[in-house]
């Protein structure tokens, strides 16, 4: 993935592609912002305020105009205007000169019906409030309901009022004329809809079934539940209606219960999720240390929470906590798996939250995204660690005797160690401990 470098002095020109008013702004901070954090929704207020009075298009800015209106740093704004665009909020342009230049078109977010029916945002919304503040959240947002039953509806219909009037020659043209636009997710995709289709029965009418909008659920429905082409198969039959078209509601249904089944009842949450590819080690090193690395990055933190547990599930309480790390501190699955790791191996297994969150804190401030630089600033911290707690026993003229567990990947020596043959079950062994 191609890394656009932003300058204090690069320019940035805001427009406008959509209609936003007041109510988008309860719905990017009530809807939006508990999926995507403080940052992003600070940076798209401050986008929507460049606008100029027509609120169609701004002026040209500097970077450095955002930098110190809104406290944040370069790496922050460009983080939190990623989120913005994964989600649907904005889309970037880019043009690279001697001063480099960006365009940034706002867009609208979803109405609150939409968000609430949404196949994704509805799920990760929910995972992330949890139920008692979800409900409260949709009751917000809920038109009362009056019983008109005994009324008679007196409405005047439009013929009843206006005459009509003879066309004139004159040709309306109204594709320039604003209105409300909003961005579809966009999920990179490599869904085998030709080998999906040719799967169901030929007596189907495959063209009347795989609509644009049908394949564009399909897609988000295998994201989020992580379907591949086998599983969709089994379950579109079930959804299926008496025209045979699909019942979109039976097949979010159907996807849901399917993963519940496999998740013992759970719904998808970011434990779930692997080290992104772009911040994995390249591979060839076949070292134990590189074993161990690979290991971390490809592996899910509820998988590491699991295979501690000794192949139970794990609780709650241990899995809010991971989800916590990667949310609210933006700690990679990969390093989050390092940190839980680091405390259990060095806490008696015991997965405090102060002690993750005060580490977590530390490791956001310096960026830390790969598995690599996680592993080394564990070491780094625990070795000052030692050295000050050997100096407090030398004052104290105590002598710690008690030997000090650590991870495994603390020994220096498993960076050279290849993984021989003869060594091969040992190594096997080892990671089964992860696994």
């Known amino acids: 993935m191609k890394k656009y470098n ?45 606008l100029d009075k027509t609120e169609i298009i701004s002026n040209e800015y500097t970077h450095h105009h955002l930098v110190t209106n809104m406290h944040m740093t370069l790496d922050e704004i460009v983080e939190s205007r990623r989120k913005l665009e994964a989600i649907g909020l904005l889309k970037t342009f880019y043009k690279e000169e001697n001063i480099n230049n960006y365009i940034y078109q706002l867009f609208s977010p979803i109405n609150a019906h939409d968000f609430f029916n949404h196949p994704i945002l509805n799920v990760v919304l929910y995972n992330n409030l949890g139920k008692k ?10 038109m009362p309901r009056i019983n008109t039953s ?30 409300k636009n909003i961005l579809k997710l ?41 379907l591949d082409v086998i599983k969709i198969k089994d379950i579109l039959p079930t959804c299926l209606n008496e025209r045979g078209t699909i019942n979109k509601e039976e097949l979010r249904k159907n996807c849901r219960n399917y993963y519940q089944f496999d998740n ?3 719904l998808p949450s970011v434990v ?96 830390i995204e790969t598995v690599s630089d996680a592993m080394s600033q564990a070491e780094k911290e625990h070795k000052k660690y030692r050295k ?13 005797i008690k030997e000090e567990k650590i991870p495994e990947w603390f020994n220096k020596e498993i960076k050279k160690q290849e993984v021989t043959k003869e060594a091969q079950e040992e190594m096997q062994n080892l990671l089964k401990e992860y696994r």
Do not use: C, H
């Open 186 to 226: 966009n999920i990179d995709s490599n869904f085998d809809f030709e080998f999906l289709i040719e799967s169901l029965p030929n007596t189907l009418d495959k063209n009347k079934i795989f609509t644009k909008e049908i394949k564009e659920l399909i897609i988000e429905l295998s994201y989020l539940y992580d």
């Open 6 to 50: 932003i300058l204090p002095a690069d320019t940035y020109v805001v427009v406008n592609k959509s209609i936003i008013n007041e109510e988008d702004r309860k719905i990017l901070t009530m809807l939006y912002q508990p999926i995507i954090g403080p940052l992003p929704i600070m940076l798209y207020f401050s986008l929507w305020s460049d």
């Open 272 to 367: 779930y999720n692997q080290q992104p590819e772009y911040l994995k080690e390249p591979t060839g090193d076949t070292s134990k240390r590189a074993k161990m690395i690979y290991t971390f990055e490809t592996i899910r933190p509820y998988e590491l929470l699991k295979s501690k547990n000794n192949g139970a599930e794990p609780t709650a309480r241990d899995l809010k906590l991971a989800e916590d790390l990667i949310i609210n501190y933006s700690l990679k699955p990969g390093v989050a798996n390092v940190l839980i790791d680091y405390i259990l191996k060095t806490n008696n297994n015991k997965l405090t939250r102060s002690l993750a969150e005060t580490i977590a804190g530390q490791w956001q401030r310096l960026k």
């Open 264 to 266: 013992r009842g759970l």
């Open 388 to 400: 000050n707690k050997q100096t407090t026993s030398s004052n104290t003229k105590r002598k710690v």
């Open 150 to 179: 005994s009324y008679e509806d007196i409405t005047a219909s439009f013929s009843s009022v206006f005459t009509s009037v003879p066309l004139t020659s004159y040709d309306i043209l109204n594709d320039d004329i604003r209105k």
């Open 133 to 142: 503040e979800y409900e409260k959240l949709k009751s917000y947002f809920k």
